[in-house]
């Protein structure tokens, strides 16, 4: 079956910019994370979704970083008025139920650039 | 905050040498992972050694962990330049992972 799919692969915006970032997790996934992965740098956890439970958003860095998921599957990651510090990949990794936090597939990410 | 630290930062070997990295935590943990990146895009898992298991193989993969000093290491043994990549250990914090900075590992033919 198909994995974890993110779009766009690249996104080079300008500052000041707003973008949208997509992630398709598998089919049946119950789970949803986003992480942030700037140069040389390890993962960074930003937000996690189970089910139709509250989220947590616990690592959003500021209020300029949002996320929703539609319908328990398709998630967006919304970052307002970007800053070049913003610059790094979004990874996004689903789990299925029951499988806890270890058991994450990842995308293969975004690669944003804020010029 | 990172859980984990990897070390070393950069590795380079010939292909057929083995490879260590070592990764050290600082809370109790229930399980710690391995993964590996390529090209800084997407991660696949490696290995998962619980807490208490002091060791376990996968493959060519070697995975030791020492809860009292907080530490794991991976072993590549018989490295090839496929294997090149950064390798990262993770452990739990609530509802996700924490990953260290990673171990780059460059293998030269």
């Known amino acids: 079956g198909a994995g974890v799919s993110q779009s766009p692969s690249n996104k080079v915006t300008e500052k000041g910019k707003d973008v949208e970032l997509r992630c398709d997790p598998i089919s049946g996934h119950t789970a949803l994370y986003w992480y942030r992965q700037s140069l040389g740098q390890g993962l960074e956890f930003l937000i996690y979704?189970?089910?139709?439970?509250?989220?947590?958003k616990s690592g959003l860095p500021s209020d300029r970083f949002s996320a929703e998921r539609t319908g328990g599957s398709v998630s967006t990651l919304t970052i307002q008025r970007t800053q070049q510090e913003d610059s790094a990949v979004y990874l996004c990794a689903s789990s299925p139920p029951g499988a806890g936090v270890y058991e994450q597939y990842f995308g293969p990410g975004t690669r944003l650039t804020v010029t | 905050s990172q859980q984990g630290e990897e070390d070393p930062q950069a590795l380079s070997i010939q292909e057929g040498e083995n490879a260590t990295m070592n990764c050290s935590y600082k809370t109790s943990i229930n399980n710690l992972q391995w993964y590996r990146q390529n090209s800084g895009r997407g991660l696949v898992h490696l290995i998962l050694i619980r807490s208490n298991e002091r060791e376990k193989h996968s493959g060519r993969l070697r995975v030791t962990l020492d809860t009292s000093k907080k530490s794991s290491s991976l072993l590549i043994t018989a490295s090839r330049a496929a294997d090149t990549a950064s390798y990262f250990c993770?452990?739990?914090?609530?509802?996700?992972?924490?990953f260290g900075k990673g171990t780059t590992l460059s293998v030269s033919s």
């Open positions: 993770a452990t739990e914090a609530g509802t996700a992972l924490i």
């Open positions: 979704f189970q089910g139709n439970s509250a989220p947590d």
